[in-house]
């Protein structure tokens, strides 16, 4: 068996709001104010095996780009570990260190936020990998011009800002700019959600390309499930901070375990679901500030028992690679096979 | 069935330094009480301003340059201002992508309400403000009686749409646009709000545009679809007979697009290179470039629509005839 590229270990990401200073004063006359404390991501755990696509979906708020920011290693983790290649990346040597964090790339939703607007598509694409030594400065213009082509953009427009281009073009620029250091992973933040869908499935189709020719894993995040039922083999979602599901692709949307997981399936507008009743999941995503206790979707959940309240619901496993943390449906599940 | 809203013909364009741009040229389409009338296009393709005009919002350098857009038999271009604010908000009714355009942040969602009612209404404030109530209950806002007396930034994203929905809603329109309401939120709130929608429409009989790029929105709520390129409608159908055999190649190519469990893992069919700049529109057929099925004669003048069976139209030479998209 092969070793996961990388893995993510009981990883939590806290954002901690302090008191103000108007706020300690208050506390001296006995405000009883305390710290705001948001666990955006809560103790998650995931392997990535060498060239799989494995989609991360959720819903605004579920912590699926902080999760995606702390394995690119942009930003590092509160509690647990990264490991690239079975090493944790923090506790890495210098030397290992940047090439793990050259091997983990990272594409944005909005590339016009992440190309820098006064440097010409030639910089963009060739400052890092001449800084990381992994072309000379005399060659630069050739590997940028190599790498262009790679992504479907003529060589022609090195010369260009990113102001001249158009939104499907700048996303290619930003897959330029990720793919010029030679990279083993891909982290994916909703890099298509901005596109029109004719452009979206050109973007999809060199991603699959891509993946074919160079040999890349993915780490996909998207809030579009038809995006990622198209293009992972394996799909994790999340709610409030916590991987509630984890499958296969194809058993995810065809025996979905997870309350969640089937709200959100059936809420998805397909092109053959024609003129249909919609109906409404009650209630909104909760404040991760205060999130319920126990199972976190139990407030909005068809199924939800008194044991759903108490304690985190462990992941369990109900089929071949396929894992969910609820209490009820696996039971539900055994019983029918029973 | 008699139409509502009838728009024919209609070209709107805006004065810009690059020439005079069409960015609707030449527009029918009809919609009739209680129909759903989905308006799919990509970002350019001049759905939104289409459904401004329908609105009389259309400003400068912007204007109406011809056709009519006639409401229950009433002309509506060349209406003066006054004339328009007395339809505006009372017969036909708008919802924006985002409904901060709607809602002003600096008043209580009361203020705003009570103020809408009694534009077209002479009532009290108590009777508005408990009209008010009731629309928010109906969009499915709990406690609206402590609601109103919220803010718009007290709300989250989903609960901000519903309060402009409400408001669209107040007078009981004849017409409803909706550009993109639910383009921003997640899938759980969209499905929230389009049930509402769907259930509201047919409650009060209204005859509702919707405006997406999303045709998978569309499928799952509209009778009939009208799809937008370079400011035309290519192509015009009931739902079923568009999307299970489009007739203009650049249905096709959309239908084609949009990833789905049936191609996982194989290449999407995509549409090659981009939406041309109507400010400098191809000769003949505006989808000729990138389109698979072009000839020679197709570059010559624009198509004029062809009608087919069943209230079908399409703008197309060499249309896809025995090709259906695989499911």
Redesign the interface.
């Known amino acids: 068996m092969t070793a996961p590229i990388v893995t993510i270990e009981g990883v939590s990401k806290r954002f901690v709001k302090k008191v103000d200073l108007a706020g300690r004063i208050a506390n001296v006359m006995g405000a009883g104010l305390s710290d705001q404390v948001v666990r955006a991501v809560d103790g998650v755990d995931l392997a990535i095996m060498p060239g799989e696509v494995v989609g991360l979906v959720g819903e605004s708020g579920c912590g699926k780009s902080t999760l995606g920011r702390m394995v690119a290693g942009i930003m590092p983790p509160t509690e647990g570990r990264i490991r690239y290649r079975g090493e944790d990346v923090a506790t890495m040597a210098a030397g290992r260190r940047k090439e793990a964090d050259l091997a983990i790339q990272m594409i944005f939703q909005d590339p016009m936020a992440s190309l820098n607007p006064r440097m010409r598509v030639e910089e963009i694409v060739g400052e890092a990998p001449v800084v990381h030594g992994l072309v000379s400065a005399a060659g630069r213009r050739d590997y940028v011009a190599e790498t262009l082509t790679r992504v479907g953009l003529d060589p022609a427009v090195m010369g260009r800002f990113p102001h001249q281009f158009s939104g499907g073009q700048r996303a290619r620029i930003g897959i330029a700019r990720a793919l010029a250091v030679k990279p083993k992973v891909l982290v994916c933040d909703e890099a298509v959600a901005a596109l029109d869908v004719s452009i979206q499935a050109q973007v999809l189709n060199l991603f699959m390309d891509l993946r074919r020719d160079l040999d890349l894993t993915y780490l996909f995040v998207s809030h579009d499930l038809g995006v990622v039922e198209h293009i992972a083999d394996r799909v994790a979602v999340m709610y409030l901070g916590r991987i509630v599901e984890l499958a296969p692709a194809e058993a995810v949307f065809a025996r979905p375990m997870h309350p969640y997981t089937q709200a959100l399936l059936e809420e998805v507008p397909r092109l053959d679901a024609r003129k249909r009743a919609f109906s409404a999941l009650k209630g909104e995503i909760p404040s991760p500030l205060d999130p319920p206790e126990g199972c976190h979707f139990h407030p909005r959940c068809r199924l939800a028992l008194s044991a759903c309240r108490n304690g985190r619901p462990p992941l369990v496993t109900v089929g071949e690679g396929h894992t969910t943390a609820c209490k009820v449906t696996p039971a539900m599940l055994s019983a029918r096979v029973a | 069935m008699t139409a509502v809203l009838d728009i024919s013909d209609l070209a709107v364009t805006f004065s810009t330094r690059d020439g005079l741009v069409k960015a609707v040229d030449g527009v029918t389409l009809s919609v009739a009480r209680g129909e759903v009338l989905g308006l799919v296009g990509?970002?350019g393709s001049g759905k939104s301003v289409t459904g401004l005009a329908v609105l009389g919002l259309i400003d400068a350098p912007g204007r109406i340059a011809a056709g009519s857009i006639r409401f229950q038999g009433r002309e509506l271009v060349g209406l003066s201002e006054a004339e328009l604010r007395k339809l505006r908000g009372r017969h036909v009714a708008m919802i924006f992508q985002d409904p901060m355009t709607t809602l002003n942040p600096v008043l209580r969602v009361d203020t705003q309400m009570i103020e809408a009612i009694q534009a077209h209404e002479k009532v009290s404030d108590k009777a508005a403000r408990d009209r008010a109530a009731q629309a928010l209950t109906k969009v499915?806002i709990p406690s609206p009686q402590e609601r109103l007396n919220s803010y718009p930034h007290q709300f989250?994203g989903?609960?901000r749409q519903r309060v402009a929905i409400a408001i669209a809603l107040l007078h009981g329109p004849a017409v409803l646009v909706a550009d993109e309401p639910t383009t921003a939120l997640?899938?759980?709130?969209?499905?929230?709000i389009?049930?509402?929608v769907?259930q509201l429409c047919s409650e009060m009989g209204t005859a509702l545009i919707w405006i997406t790029?999303?045709?998978?929105?569309v499928?799952?709520?509209?009778?009939r679809i009208a799809v937008m390129y370079a400011g035309r409608i290519v192509e015009e159908g009931p739902?079923?007979a568009v999307?299970d055999a489009p007739r203009h190649p650049y249905t096709a190519?959309?239908?084609?697009?949009?990833?789905?469990?049936n191609?996982?893992?194989e290449?999407?069919?995509?549409?090659?290179g981009?939406?041309p700049s109507l400010a400098r529109l191809p000769e003949g057929c505006s989808f000729g470039p990138r389109c698979p099925r072009v000839q020679a004669d197709c570059r010559v003048a624009q198509p004029s629509p062809t009608e087919g069976a069943g209230g079908r139209r399409w703008r197309c030479v060499h249309p896809v005839v025995d090709e259906p998209v695989p499911?």
């Open positions: 990509e970002s499915g989250s989903g609960m997640d899938v759980t709130i969209q499905a929230q389009l049930a509402e769907q790029h999303d045709l998978a929105v499928a799952g709520l509209a009778d739902v079923d999307l190519g959309l239908i084609g697009s949009v990833p789905s469990r191609r996982r893992g290449r999407l069919a995509q549409i090659p981009m939406t499911a």
